[in-house]
Structure formats: C-alpha cells, structure tokens
C-alpha cells in the first residue's frame, strides 16, 4: 500500500522562492494530490507568501510565536500523512526524484531519519557554498554515532516524531538534538545524497572570507560552476523591465528615446516583459503594439515627487494584474547612449552574488579639496593623469540602470539594501538628454536637419 505523505513548509516572508518550491514539489514523479497534503506553517508573514500558498491549494497554519521546533510539531500534528517530509521554503528540489529519494531509506526499519543533499546556487555566498559542498557529500551514509540531521531537506516517519517530538523551546538545531535522542537508542540517521536540493543561504556558517572565496574557486574547479536560478529546469524566472516616464515622452523628429529603452531590454532573452508605467495617451499606437510591452497608466496617480513611492505604487499595479516578477529591470529612456551590455552585466550581478540590488555607477576621479571649506589643500592632484590618481568615487546612475528584487522597491529602501555596483565600461552612456528643450539645443548646435 502506498503511504501518505504530508510536506511541511516553514514561512515568514519566502514570497521570493515559495513558488518556486512548491511548483518543482508538484512536479515530481511521486506527487499526486491523493497522496501528498503540503502544509504551511507561517509566522506571520507580510509580503505575498499566503497568496502563492493559497494559489497552490496549501493547507496554512498561522503562528505568531516562532521557534523551529515548535512550529514543525504544529505542522505535523495537523498532518494526515504517514510519512513527514520537511523543506525549507528557500529550497529547490534538484529533479523529479526527490520526494522518492528522500522516503525510500525509510522503507528499512532501523532507519529513524533521513536528510538530503543540499546545493549552492551562482549567487551562494563563498563561505556557504564551501560549507555546504564540504558538509553533503556525495557518498550514502548510515549515522549510528553521528547526531547530524538537516530539516531543510528531511523525512521521517510520523510515528518517530510521535514518540519523540522536537524540541519547542530551542532557537535552532532542534534537528540534531532530535536526531541525538534516537541515536543514543541505536537507532540509524541516513544521510541520502540523491535527494538533492538546491539552498541559496546554505547552513550559516561564517569564516575567513578571503579563504573562503578560495575554497569556492576550487570547489567549481572541481565540481563545474554552480548553477544559476534561472537554469533550474523546474524554475521559470520571471525578469520584467520597467520605464518610469513622468512627462511626456521624448523624441527626435518621430523617434521616440524610449523605443532605444525598450529594444535594448528585449535585447536580452531573459527579460520577459516590459512594463511602461506612463501616460499611455501621449504614445504612438507602434510603441503599445510591441510584443510584450505593458502599459500602467500613471494618469489617476497622485504624484508624490518620491522616486520610491511611485516604485512601490508601480509593483502594487502589476501585481493586482497578475504578474509577480523575481526581479525588475529599471531604466529612464533619458540614457540613449547605453549600452546593450548593461542589461546583460546588471542580470548577471544579480543572479550571481548574495544580494537584493545591483546598480550601475560611473567611476571617477575628480579633481577634490578637503572637507574641511577653509583648508585648501588638495585631495588629488588636478595636474596628474586620471589613471594615475589614488583617489576616485563611484557615482550612481539610477536612471542608467538598476535591478532589484520586488520587495526592495515595494520597501522603500533601495539605498539601505544588499548590492552590487556594476561599472559601466563607456563614459559616454552617461550621456543624459532631461528634456525635449534638451534635445531641441542639441539639433541645433548639431544642425541636425
């Protein structure tokens, strides 16, 4: 007979990966609704992670006082199944065998518990991708000594957990001191290796990064590059550009700028829509007719002049229309000079690196005095070459470009968040034409006809 299997998921804000979880849950070979009941046990979550949970038919257990343990003994007294698996919502099964991998050892008396193999993603951080590679070999063990147990990726049998619950008061580990009491009763933890997962933060464990980003290098010598979140054949990322115009829109003649924004995203094959948050009256019926260019109309929006208010009011109108972006592209049409390549290097920062945020910025050495308005004296000296010049600043381009994850533009933080600086590699896509005054000048100081 084919036992019952209830998953257990942990919550407090995963809107990022949730979905992402539970669709490659659904997509394993031994899923069927008859069989497997997904349980959510969130601690109060405040960003969208009830409404995905609701929109893959997850049962939901609210809580409001978080500990690990207690909050799986919640989940798994409301379980229905026999068998108890455990992921974290930030996880990712690596194929369509996990679910079986991960039970299959169960089916041996003596075996008590088992965990998976747990894998970093490109944007892993140095010391967690070496952890966790160092940590989930890839050889099958059966544990009689060692307490190790992971309730990122686990299974158990129901009537273990009834016997020995978790512990309800401890802050973390309550796995290995479950993992401890069976042991001591001679009982077998079974680490699975073929019940792989894919865990972006990794197991919390800091070192020396300098040493750490060695171990990395060496590690993806050895076992290849690590993947990216969008080449995880179970995820489908969603990539969408947005332009903000405020005023009217900016031509030359019958071109209009931000027709050079848009085609310079569509560039890139891994954005999949365009968004123009703008007064759609005062565009041509050819820019509303490009495949998959969005219009949100900012005609009824109260203008706040607070670039972060209008970030936050723009994701709340895609988002009640349906679209849930893992990361937005923003770009100004004012940037006609920019570069192709910009889109593809603020992608890749963000996909690659541990952060929410990856900006474009212009490096510059400019002529500089002392803080101090009565001392004169100079910083950098005006009459060396630029390249030869110890001090420089990065200066931040937010209309050039920059990509974030939804929750940073909805928080209204961009400025106090994880992120990378992406140099840009021509000064002249800098460039910034503000206004059609602007342009108007420049026709005629080109004589342009």
């Not at 703008?278 to 969005?294: A, D, G, Q, S, T």
């Not at 990065?394 to 974030?404: P, R, S, T, V």
């Amino acid at each position: 007979m084919t036992k019952k299997i209830s998953v257990i998921i942990r919550t407090f804000n995963e809107e990022e990966w949730l979905h992402h979880c539970l669709e490659a849950i659904k997509l394993q070979d031994s899923y069927s609704k008859d069989r497997i009941d997904i349980i959510i046990v969130d601690s109060g979550s405040s960003d969208n992670t009830l409404e995905i949970a609701q929109s893959q038919e997850a049962e939901i257990i609210h809580i409001s006082d978080y500990k690990p343990g207690k909050a799986l003994n919640i989940g798994i007294e409301n379980a229905i199944g026999e068998i108890i698996v455990i992921i974290s919502a930030h996880c990712i099964p690596k194929n369509n065998n996990w679910l079986s991998s991960i039970i299959k050892p169960l089916d041996q008396d003596d075996i008590v518990g088992v965990y998976g193999r747990q894998l970093p993603l490109s944007s892993t951080s140095s010391e967690d991708a070496r952890d966790l590679y160092i940590t989930f070999g890839p050889e099958k063990i059966h544990q009689k000594k060692n307490p190790f147990f992971h309730n990122a990726n686990s299974a158990f049998r129901k009537t273990s957990w009834e016997e020995i619950k978790f512990d309800d008061e401890v802050n973390n580990i309550e796995d290995r001191l479950w993992a401890e009491q069976w042991i001591k009763r001679g009982k077998i933890i079974c680490y699975e290796p073929e019940a792989e997962v894919y865990h972006h933060h990794g197991i919390h464990q800091y070192g020396n990064i300098k040493r750490a980003d060695g171990t990395k290098n060496v590690l993806k010598k050895h076992y290849g590059e690590f993947i990216t979140l969008d080449n995880i054949p179970s995820v489908v990322l969603d990539i969408s550009g947005l332009v903000m115009i405020k005023d009217s829109p900016l031509r030359i003649k019958d071109s209009y700028l931000i027709e050079k924004t848009i085609a310079l995203m569509q560039n890139d094959s891994r954005i999949s829509n365009i968004f123009l948050f703008c007064n759609c009256f005062e565009l041509p019926n050819r820019i509303k007719e490009i495949p998959n260019v969005i219009i949100i109309d900012r005609t009824n929006y109260h203008e706040t002049n607070n670039i972060e208010e209008d970030y936050k009011y723009f994701l709340e109108q895609v988002e009640t229309q349906g679209f849930r972006p893992d990361f937005t592209l923003c770009m100004s049409e004012t940037y006609p000079l920019r570069e192709a390549k910009t889109v593809k290097k603020l992608i890749d920062a963000v996909l690659n690196n541990p952060i929410d945020l990856a900006l474009s910025v212009k490096k510059e050495f400019r002529n500089t005095s002392s803080t101090d308005v009565d001392d004169n004296s100079e910083i950098n000296n005006f009459a060396e070459p630029r390249s030869r010049r110890e001090a420089f600043a990065y200066i931040e381009y937010w209309g050039h470009g920059f990509i974030a994850r939804p929750k940073i533009l909805k928080s209204k933080k961009l400025g106090q968040t994880r992120k990378k600086l992406v140099i840009a590699d021509s000064d002249t896509s800098f460039i910034e034409v503000r206004s059609q005054k602007y342009i108007s000048l420049l026709l005629e100081l080109l004589k342009v006809e």
